[in-house]
């Protein structure tokens, strides 16, 4: 059988990777979304949404899985694997009439992209253009490789984390990403929250309303966070805030002493952030939850060979949400922008796809 | 099979023998709303037994097997832990999961 080629290949099904999708599938584009988890990207995990439009008190859930829902109802595609890789193949049937090095790999590609071609133009009104237009080729984490005429990167970004030995053990055993994820195993207890951003304090306002004590850890002298929320935080009786320091090691305890049982978190160790002195001076910290929250990560590593990144990774485009590769967007959190919101996810998924229902028709 | 509701009383009954896929979660849990219908789909299509044990009306199973962040599926197999995996996974992940224990 032929292999299927998509007009939009998107990469993440998130609140920008979803929306875009509508917006394609609206466009009668065929398309395909993959996602390494399950749908809804970051939304999931918040509780109540106060700030979009026209949508108050509706739950990061309900959002999603009425996103994933219209998809679905306009004929978007779900592959539920992450990609790996993208490469741009000049379109076969272009290079088999140039003189190429391999004329024959070339022709037989060629034949099967004409098979191909015919099975699936019926959705799509693409110029007759497009046919000599490069084709992406995305291989899945399951090693399945899918064709597409254009993608949009709507991957998002992900937690950061400390990088030290045995945080990947004790996910789940004390260490978290997500307060309101994971808050309510921690009444009655003592936790940390480590950093000092907006997010990490919010996070320790929660956490103070349900754990006995918090203690919240930030590497400099003064918070990163609004004034308004610091106020409150140190307004609290039981958060303590500790300046200068960096969590140098992890320690945990084996609970019922037998080795079939998981490890827990059982203290930090403490190191101050400005020294430069041969010992520094540790302090071991006992809690009974870390919540990590210093900041995220993008996940674009898997694109450096195709397009040029900026020094944290993200895609550096401008509101267009076009990139320096023709037939390659990309919305959300993976492009580099100042204001991380719901809003303004689902703005880029309409702008995104926009261009490249734009680019498909051309 | 279905997706059976687990508590105090039948647990330990329920993991004793086989394969038993255990999905710890909590209504204020978002993922878990999202895991749930998952596993519900598959619980029709294996012949293994999956569990869904709610942590704030079993806290003392939560306990038992640590578990601090939901959804989280346990893999038992004759009632001894073998595997687990924390965050809510598509339906094809988590039967590469289940096919990774089958002998």
């Given at each position: 059988?032929?292999?299927?080629?998509?007009?939009?290949?998107?990469?993440?099904?998130?609140?920008?990777?979803?929306?875009?999708?509508?917006?394609?599938?609206?466009?009668?584009?065929?398309?395909?979304?993959?996602?390494?988890?399950?749908?809804?990207?970051?939304?999931?995990?918040?509780?109540?949404?106060?700030?979009?439009?026209?949508?108050?008190?509706?739950?990061?859930?309900?959002?999603?899985?009425?996103?994933?829902?219209q998809v679905?109802?306009?004929?978007?595609?779900?592959?539920?694997?992450?990609?790996?890789?993208?490469?741009?193949?000049e379109n076969p049937l272009k290079t088999a009439k140039s003189s190429s090095k391999s004329v024959e790999t070339a022709l037989k590609t060629a034949r099967t992209l004409a098979n191909s071609l015919e099975t699936t133009s019926e959705t799509s009104q693409n110029s007759a253009n497009s046919a000599e237009r490069p084709l992406f080729s995305l291989k899945t984490s399951d090693g399945d490789t899918f064709l597409s005429r254009t993608v949009i990167v709507a991957?998002?970004?992900?937690?950061?984390?400390?990088?030290?030995?045995?945080?990947?053990?004790?996910?789940?055993?004390?260490?978290?990403?997500?307060?309101?994820?994971?808050?309510?195993?921690?009444?009655?207890?003592?936790?940390?929250?480590?950093?000092?951003?907006?997010?990490a304090v919010y996070s320790a306002l929660y956490?103070?309303?349900?754990?006995?004590?918090?203690?919240?850890?930030?590497?400099?002298?003064?918070?990163?966070?609004?004034?308004?929320?610091?106020?409150?935080?140190?307004?609290l009786g039981n958060v303590e805030v500790i300046k200068n320091s960096l969590i140098s090691a992890l320690n945990s305890e084996n609970p019922s002493k037998s080795a079939s049982k998981p490890l827990s978190l059982k203290s930090i160790t403490l190191t101050p952030a400005n020294t430069s002195g041969a010992s520094p001076e540790e302090k071991i910290l006992p809690v009974d939850g870390l919540f990590v929250l210093i900041g995220r990560v993008s996940n674009n590593a898997f694109l450096k060979n195709l397009l040029p990144l900026d020094a944290q990774g993200y895609i550096p485009s401008d509101e267009t949400c076009k990139t320096p590769v023709e037939?390659?967007?990309?919305?959300?959190?993976?492009?580099?922008?100042?204001?991380?919101?719901?809003?303004?996810?689902?703005?880029?998924?309409a702008i995104a796809a926009t261009a490249a229902i734009e680019y498909l028709n051309s | 099979m279905s997706l059976i509701e687990a508590n105090k009383s039948n647990f330990e009954e329920n993991i004793k023998s086989g394969l038993v896929l255990v999905d710890f979660n909590a209504d204020w849990c978002g993922p878990c709303q999202i895991f749930a219908p998952v596993l519900e789909e598959l619980s029709k299509e294996i012949p293994e037994k999956i569990?869904?044990?709610?942590?704030?009306?079993?806290?003392?199973?939560?306990?038992?097997y640590s578990v601090s962040s939901i959804p989280c599926l346990v893999i038992f197999r004759d009632g001894e832990e073998i595997d687990r995996s924390v965050g809510a996974l598509p339906k094809k992940k988590v039967q590469k999961l289940l096919e990774k224990h089958k002998r």
């Amino acid at each position: 059988m032929p292999q299927k080629i998509y007009d939009v290949a998107i990469v993440g099904a998130g609140a920008a990777g979803m929306t875009s999708a509508i917006y394609a599938l609206r466009a009668k584009k065929s398309v395909i979304l993959f996602e390494e988890k399950t749908f809804g990207g970051q939304i999931i995990n918040t509780h109540k949404i106060d700030n979009y439009p026209a949508a108050p008190g509706i739950s990061g859930v309900e959002f999603a899985q009425k996103l994933y829902s219209q998809v679905e109802s306009f004929g978007g595609e779900f592959e539920f694997s992450a990609v790996e890789s993208i490469e741009k193949l000049e379109n076969p049937l272009k290079t088999a009439k140039s003189s190429s090095k391999s004329v024959e790999t070339a022709l037989k590609t060629a034949r099967t992209l004409a098979n191909s071609l015919e099975t699936t133009s019926e959705t799509s009104q693409n110029s007759a253009n497009s046919a000599e237009r490069p084709l992406f080729s995305l291989k899945t984490s399951d090693g399945d490789t899918f064709l597409s005429r254009t993608v949009i990167v709507a991957n998002g970004s992900s937690e950061r984390k400390l990088g030290l030995p045995l945080e990947e053990e004790l996910i789940g055993h004390g260490i978290s990403y997500c307060a309101t994820c994971d808050g309510n195993f921690f009444k009655g207890k003592t936790v940390a929250v480590y950093g000092g951003g907006n997010t990490a304090v919010y996070s320790a306002l929660y956490l103070a309303s349900l754990a006995k004590k918090v203690y919240v850890i930030i590497r400099r002298d003064q918070f990163r966070a609004e004034p308004h929320l610091v106020q409150k935080l140190e307004s609290l009786g039981n958060v303590e805030v500790i300046k200068n320091s960096l969590i140098s090691a992890l320690n945990s305890e084996n609970p019922s002493k037998s080795a079939s049982k998981p490890l827990s978190l059982k203290s930090i160790t403490l190191t101050p952030a400005n020294t430069s002195g041969a010992s520094p001076e540790e302090k071991i910290l006992p809690v009974d939850g870390l919540f990590v929250l210093i900041g995220r990560v993008s996940n674009n590593a898997f694109l450096k060979n195709l397009l040029p990144l900026d020094a944290q990774g993200y895609i550096p485009s401008d509101e267009t949400c076009k990139t320096p590769v023709e037939g390659l967007f990309c919305a959300g959190d993976t492009r580099k922008k100042s204001l991380h919101q719901l809003v303004t996810a689902t703005s880029d998924g309409a702008i995104a796809a926009t261009a490249a229902i734009e680019y498909l028709n051309s | 099979m279905s997706l059976i509701e687990a508590n105090k009383s039948n647990f330990e009954e329920n993991i004793k023998s086989g394969l038993v896929l255990v999905d710890f979660n909590a209504d204020w849990c978002g993922p878990c709303q999202i895991f749930a219908p998952v596993l519900e789909e598959l619980s029709k299509e294996i012949p293994e037994k999956i569990l869904s044990v709610n942590i704030d009306d079993s806290p003392e199973i939560a306990e038992k097997y640590s578990v601090s962040s939901i959804p989280c599926l346990v893999i038992f197999r004759d009632g001894e832990e073998i595997d687990r995996s924390v965050g809510a996974l598509p339906k094809k992940k988590v039967q590469k999961l289940l096919e990774k224990h089958k002998r």
